[in-house]
């Protein structure tokens, strides 16, 4: 059974940290296309950051650029995404998502398999 499990969100006020941490379990990690994706109220989902498991090469939306940092722990199986400087603008449920393969990677945002449930980061200012 696929499990994407997301840790982390919480609120802060602007200028702020937070680290969200994906698990992920029940299929092959490696060779797989990890992101993080998010979605605000009454806005559509869209791509935040994206790393491929085997290599480590990384994407981000131009919003993030230079401000959040995507990595992953292979032995854990787990994807990270820092988040700094946060802005009012950042608060929405950010969802861990995977794609098979190297060719989702390729583009941006990639088209994903599998979801996770979400978790709620709020940024006050």
């Known amino acids: 059974q696929v499990q994407l499990v997301e840790s982390g969100g919480g609120s802060v006020q602007a200028g702020g940290s937070l680290r969200l941490s994906c698990a992920a379990s029940?299929?092959?990690?490696?060779?797989?296309?990890m992101a993080w994706f998010r979605q605000a109220p009454g806005k559509e989902r869209e791509g935040v950051a994206i790393i491929y498991t085997s290599g480590g090469s990384s994407q981000y939306a131009d919003s993030v650029k230079g401000r959040f940092t995507i990595s992953q722990d292979n032995a854990k199986r787990t994807v990270f995404l820092q988040m700094n400087s946060l802005k009012p603008e950042d608060t929405a449920i950010y969802y861990c998502?995977?794609?098979?393969?190297?060719?989702?990677?390729?583009?941006?945002?990639?088209?994903?398999?599998?979801w996770g449930q979400g978790t709620q980061v709020t940024v006050s200012s």
């Open positions: 029940g299929f092959t990690y490696s060779g797989t296309c």
């Open positions: 998502a995977a794609a098979r393969g190297l060719f989702p990677c390729l583009s941006f945002p990639p088209r994903i398999d599998y």
